[in-house]
């Protein structure tokens, strides 16, 4: 079964400090990989996505995430968190190979916590 | 408007009664979802809508809740008899026909069952 995988459900950093948000998934095929950010009583915002090329993507806000298919990973990266950053972290998976079922599988989220 | 709109943006209605949620998708994006998210919870997948195929409805949690999207734009999703288990934030979101395409979210209706 096709499924995303958030394994910390909080991640505190201070700030200035690399962070890092984990995230693994299973799909059937080749993937497409979203990360989203939702800030305090916000909705969600689109970071970042892996489409294909470059494993390292660049996304909103100074993040990144590398694409790692034989770890079947997305981590998102930040070199130096902010407090702003603070916020609930989403990833998302859609399988290229689904045909027309373009369904977004997500994980549970993770809490970011950055303190000064 | 440039974005996903959603209305009303909170709800307060008693157990029992029937409500409404609408939802305005960026034009011209073909899928539309609608989820529900708990207070500091993930997303909770409901339903989703691509073009002029048959809905996935595999998230609807009972027959009570249901949806429409009409003329393949505006969204409405019903949820009758409501319960308390249902207060949430529902959100929707709709996106271009790619595979590789983001979604973008509207800002939530919060709905309280009293």
């Known amino acids: 079964a096709q499924s995303v995988a958030q394994p910390e459900d909080q991640v505190n950093v201070a700030e200035g400090n690399p962070l890092t948000v984990k995230c693994t998934y299973s799909?059937?095929?080749?993937?497409?990989l979203f990360w989203y950010v939702q800030y305090p009583n916000r909705g969600l915002q689109f970071l970042l996505k892996?489409?294909?090329?470059d494993n390292l993507v660049k996304g909103s806000y100074g993040f990144e995430a590398e694409f790692n298919k034989s770890q079947t990973s997305f981590h998102l990266k930040k070199p130096s968190a902010l407090v702003s950053d603070s916020a609930l972290y989403f990833c998302?998976?859609?399988?290229?190979?689904?045909?027309?079922?373009?369904?977004?599988?997500w994980g549970l989220g993770t809490s970011l916590a950055v303190n000064p | 408007g440039a974005g996903v709109s959603q209305s009303p943006s909170n709800k307060v209605t008693e157990k029992g009664k029937d409500v409404e949620l609408r939802c305005d998708p960026i034009?011209?994006?073909?899928?539309l979802y609608w989820y529900r998210q708990s207070l500091g919870q993930g997303l909770e997948f409901l339903i989703y809508?691509?073009?002029?195929?048959?809905?996935?409805k595999s998230g609807l949690p009972s027959d009570r809740f249901s949806a429409e999207r009409t003329g393949g734009s505006v969204s409405t999703l019903t949820i009758q008899r409501t319960q308390q288990e249902d207060s949430a934030v529902y959100l929707c979101?709709?996106?271009?026909?790619?595979?590789?395409?983001?979604?973008?979210f509207g800002q939530g209706t919060r709905l309280t069952v009293v």
């Open positions: 979101a709709s996106s271009l026909k790619g595979q590789g395409t983001e979604a973008f």
């Open positions: 799909v059937s095929g080749n993937p497409y």
């Open positions: 892996y489409i294909t090329g």
């Open positions: 809508f691509q073009g002029n195929s048959a809905p996935d």
């Open positions: 998302a998976v859609r399988d290229r190979n689904a045909g027309n079922n373009r369904k977004l599988i």
């Open positions: 034009s011209g994006h073909t899928a």
